[in-house]
């Protein structure tokens, strides 16, 4: 078995970290927007509970373990256009899924009995959490430039969670 790419190791600390709902934000998400000038945090409305967080997620994890981050990386869809894409999810990768109003992004972690993706990422169900995506919305799937390139599958896991349908 390959190891776990040392971001996973990383994302998975941060699981149950949640926004807060109302006048106060998650001291830890605005240290993490905060991180690329106080303009990006400006942009996103200074409110945590309005902001959509995954790309920030993923980048504060990317960042913690040595690797870049791309331009604009607090938005989904940016992380299309990093590393290296690949055509099948594998362990670790990072997933940019289709959403209305934007995109969606997180790190591939396994598979349901389903076939959906188990996806750990930031801003589902308004905090860090492992949920499963229809594959029908992955728009591509990316490798880290700098991480050492795993093609250990994604495990399958049996279980009946609600598949994410909103993650706003």
Same mark, same amino acid.
């Given at each position: 078995?390959?190891? /776990?790419?040392?971001?996973l190791q #990383?994302a998975r %600390?941060y699981?149950?970290v949640? /926004?807060i709902p109302g006048?106060d ?5 605005? =240290?993490?927007?905060? =991180? ?7 942009t996103?409305?200074r409110d945590?509970s309005?902001?959509?967080w ?7 994890c990317?960042?913690e373990?040595?690797?870049?981050? !791309? @331009?604009?990386w607090?938005r989904a869809r ?5 590393g ?5 999810p594998?362990?670790?990768?990072? #997933?940019?899924y /289709? %959403? =209305?109003g934007?995109?969606h992004?997180?790190f591939?972690v396994?598979r349901?009995e389903?076939g959906n993706i ?5 801003n @589902?169900?308004d905090?860090v959490?492992i949920r499963?995506?229809d594959?029908? %919305? #992955?728009?591509?799937?990316v490798?880290?430039?700098?991480g050492?390139?795993s093609? @250990? !599958?994604?495990p %399958?896991?049996v279980g009946?969670l609600?598949v994410?349908r909103?993650?706003?």
């Open positions: 078995m390959v190891a /776990e790419p040392l971001w #990383v %600390r699981i149950g949640a /926004e006048k934000s998650n001291p830890l998400l605005v =240290k993490w927007w905060l =991180k690329g000038g106080a303009a990006v945090w400006n996103l409305g945590d309005r902001a959509p995954c790309g920030t997620y993923v980048g504060e990317l960042d373990v040595g690797l870049p981050r !791309p @331009q604009n607090y940016v992380w299309l256009d990093y290296t894409r690949i055509p099948a594998v362990y670790g990768c990072i #997933v940019v /289709e %959403r =209305k934007g995109g992004v997180g591939a396994g349901d389903h188990l996806t750990l990422g930031g @589902q169900g905090m959490s499963p995506f594959p029908a %919305r #992955v728009l591509g799937y490798w880290p430039p700098g050492p390139y093609h @250990q !599958p994604l %399958r896991f009946n609600p994410s909103n993650e706003a």
